[in-house]
């Protein structure tokens, strides 16, 4: 919140806006580009990219993000917070126990910076927010609930008492207009700019989510009506080191004739509030405040996204939540999935490795809808992979909820190699098998069994398909495998896209000779629930790789992506039912003839 005066232009708490474009360029690997040589993050040239820019909300450091889980109690005293309303004032965490901090932090080539916003909890597994809060940029992402403070002057997350959550994936407007507005900033408007983070783990009952809205209802929204701003941003614009406390204020609705401002200002969709001039500064939200509330009478009719700096010169503006409330809904009751997040932000990334043995990460912005076909930057993740002739990733193996590498040597050797759940290696390789060179293919589901534990299925030379279930802690719930099916052969392909039909059991989907999709559901059991299989898509012969990582598009709901003859990568969305959206597909990307595997 903030008080202060002085020239006006537009502002967003989001980091892709004032930083260099070009790292979003690196949307078409290439050959030059695969490795180009040392860590660090690259544009599609391969040439390093600058973050040093000033930019609204973004601190330099690196800031240490706290584990997930409780952190004391629920919430602090407040014994220190003023009464008053008026300016604003700072405000105890559990006077909106609804409000949580959202803290993103990364790493540019050697240097590291972080950012936050302010959302709302709308279940306890789901929060409101703004969508340039967390598709806008690479990183890990954390949830922060039960604090008054988020973060100290001295870049340090007061994590002593609260909730700490992770993000397991997200939904984003599909209006959000960010391509627009990568295109030309300063001109551009801002619109449904709204995104729901779903959390990995519940957040405790006493958080408890806030009021929305009804769709349509226009009564919150008249001149004059008083209503409450509340977040953790900064107190002035600007502000060199902001102490992230949560604040409150006390501002005016005005009317749609003074919220104008012509090209930016949609009346369907957007609502401001608060009373300051240049001349008179007011009560305002200011970075680090987008994605929290705008309340009337406790219930949230607004989410904080855009206005003006110096904040407190103008109104503030704030996305109308009549507008959008039965959109924000409708992802209460998506199916879950698991996305193949490698940094812990919640977005799918991809890895591909090249012919020398590299691999390069792909850091999804989870928004397809950027301009960029969803793909924010690339970097050299490690190398040395070309001695193995498998290489995949597994989640959950070790029961933490973390992504991990599975790498099989041509013995049959079979190696893991685990990491902290923020993009970073924990500890060296792990061997947890051998004998694994007979199986003719081998692919990796995440909860077969319906006990919440990854699997790993194999197919023999024969065509029986084989299981392996991990037992949580690292090791095998059946060492000597158990036979699940036969007549396998048929396939050149294989996915585990996870619970294709959105019900919870998992499905293996085979591609044949004449390129015909034949997929087979899990009975939870380890048994099937059409043993004879269901084809759903043909004309997939050409694609040199198929494969479902969770959501790329930004729905909250499962993609299909492939890689084709022209080495381009083409997206297909379904409902997360079962059903496509689009069953012709777009392309997203191209250039990917570099490397042998994508995954």
């Known amino acids: 919140m903030a008080t202060s005066a002085g020239v006006r232009r537009r502002w967003s708490a989001g980091i892709a806006a004032g930083l ?100 709302t909890i709308i279940a306890p597994n789901k929060v409101l927010t703004a969508a340039h809060c967390t598709a806008d940029g690479p990183g890990t992402t954390r949830v922060i609930a039960g604090n008054d403070r988020i973060v100290d002057e001295y870049g340090n997350i007061l994590n002593t008492s609260g909730y700490v959550a992770e993000v397991a994936s997200t939904w984003t407007h599909p209006g959000w207009n960010i391509a627009q507005q990568y295109a030309d900033p300063e001109n551009s408007p801002i619109l449904d700019d709204v995104s729901v983070l779903t959390l990995k783990q519940n957040l405790p009952s006493e958080y408890t989510p806030v009021t929305l809205s009804a769709q349509g209802d226009q009564t919150p929204y008249a001149a004059g009506t008083s209503a409450v701003i509340a977040g953790y941003g900064a107190t002035y614009s600007d502000e060199p080191v902001s102490d992230s406390r949560l604040r409150k204020a006390t501002v005016t609705m005005r009317s749609n004739a003074d919220c104008n401002r012509p090209g930016l200002y949609y009346a369907d969709r957007m609502i401001c509030a608060g009373s300051g001039t240049p001349s008179a500064p007011s009560s305002d939200t200011c970075p680090g405040d987008s994605g929290g509330p705008l309340l009337v009478g406790g219930v949230q009719v607004g989410i904080t996204d855009w206005g003006f700096t110096p904040c407190g010169s103008s109104p503030g503006y704030y996305e109308r939540l009549s507008y959008y409330a039965d959109s924000i809904r409708a992802d209460l009751t998506r199916p879950p999935l698991v996305n193949a997040d490698w940094s812990g932000d919640g977005h799918t990334d991809l890895i591909a490795r090249d012919s020398s043995g590299n691999l390069r990460l792909y850091y999804g912005s989870g928004f397809a809808n950027d301009g960029f076909g969803g793909f924010y930057l690339s970097k050299h993740l490690n190398a040395g992979w070309g001695g193995f002739t498998r290489v995949f990733r597994v989640y959950n193996w070790n029961g933490d909820k973390r992504p991990s590498i599975m790498a099989m040597k041509p013995n049959g050797d079979l190696f893991i190699y685990d990491t902290d759940g923020r993009g970073n290696f924990a500890g060296g390789a792990r061997k947890i098998g051998s004998g694994w060179a007979g199986f003719t293919a081998l692919m990796v589901t995440n909860n077969w069994m319906g006990n919440n534990r990854p699997s790993l299925l194999v197919r023999k030379s024969n065509g029986d398909l084989i299981r392996y279930t991990s037992n949580g802690a690292g090791g095998w719930e059946n060492p000597s495998g158990t036979r699940i099916g036969t007549g396998w052969n048929a396939f050149n392909l294989f996915i585990t896209p996870g619970a294709w039909k959105g019900d919870g059991l998992e499905v293996i989907i085979g591609r044949t000779s004449d390129g015909h999709l034949k997929m087979y559901q899990s009975n939870g059991r380890g048994g099937w629930t059409n043993p004879s299989g269901t084809v759903i898509g043909s004309g997939w012969a050409s694609y040199k790789s198929i494969m479902v990582p969770g959501d790329w598009s930004g729905d909250n709901m499962m993609d299909l992506l492939g890689i084709n003859s022209s080495n381009q990568m083409r997206m297909y969305t379904t409902n997360g039912r079962g059903q496509w959206i689009d069953a012709s597909g777009r392309v997203i990307s191209s250039g990917w003839g570099g490397f042998n595997l994508v995954f």
Request: glycine content about 12%; overall charge neutral; hydrophobic content about 35%.
């Open 20 to 119: 260099a474009l070009a790292a979003a360029a690196a949307v078409a690997p290439t050959a030059a580009q695969a490795a180009p040589g040392g860590d660090g993050v690259y544009n599609a040239a391969g040439v390093q990219n600058d973050r040093n820019g000033k930019l609204p909300n973004l601190q330099k450091g690196k800031l240490t993000l706290p584990e997930p889980g409780p952190q004391g109690r629920r919430f602090e005293s407040g014994s220190s917070i003023s009464p008053k309303i008026f300016q604003g004032t700072l405000a105890s965490a559990s006077e909106f126990p609804y409000i949580v901090g959202i803290v993103t932090t990364f790493q540019d080539g050697p240097d590291y910076y972080w950012y936050w916003c302010t959302g």
